[in-house]
């Protein structure tokens, strides 16, 4: 490569914007009625991606536009966003990322009477193969606890209005 050719790439790095060093928590922590691993709703595109970074993988058969963000390449286990008008209205983690656990220590894999002794103001939904533990926030928020076979599975925020049944 002559000086020219390097003097042109140099110059050409120096323009692109530089990249986010942001990235799924590998160890995120739920906090009910407020964020999921950094992440409210209401928050914006720009705004997930300054949390989460930019590798995401966009649902192609979703309703709404849906980003899936996993801790490893090919590895299911991580965390999603639902937008509506640009704007997050649901938060949840995907197949018990290891290390995700509450605000108040209850992680993960914890039995779901861990999680009712924890948080004892919860109704419960049945959903196709699981249950929904709902916990009421504010008017605008709704947390979910989701129980698949006596295990808490996931973590989920979404908007009171929504199902929290896929």
Known sequence: MGPRALGALVAAALTLPATSA???????VFVPGESLGGIRL????SEVLDIWGSRHGVC?????????FNLQ??????????????RVVRAFTVWR??????????????????????YSDLASRSCDRFTAFLRRGNVRTTSVFYVYRGRLWAFGLMRPQLSPCP
């Open 60 to 68: 192609r058969d979703c309703r709404r536009v849906t980003w899936y």
């Open 97 to 118: 990322p290891r290390g995700w656990r509450t605000d108040e220590g209850l992680e993960l894999g914890a039995t779901s009477g861990a999680l009712t002794k924890a």
């Open 73 to 86: 390449p090919f590895e299911p286990q991580g965390a999603a966003v639902v937008f509506r008008r640009g």
């Open 22 to 28: 942001a990235s799924l928590p590998a160890h995120g």
């Open 42 to 45: 209401g928050d914006t595109k």
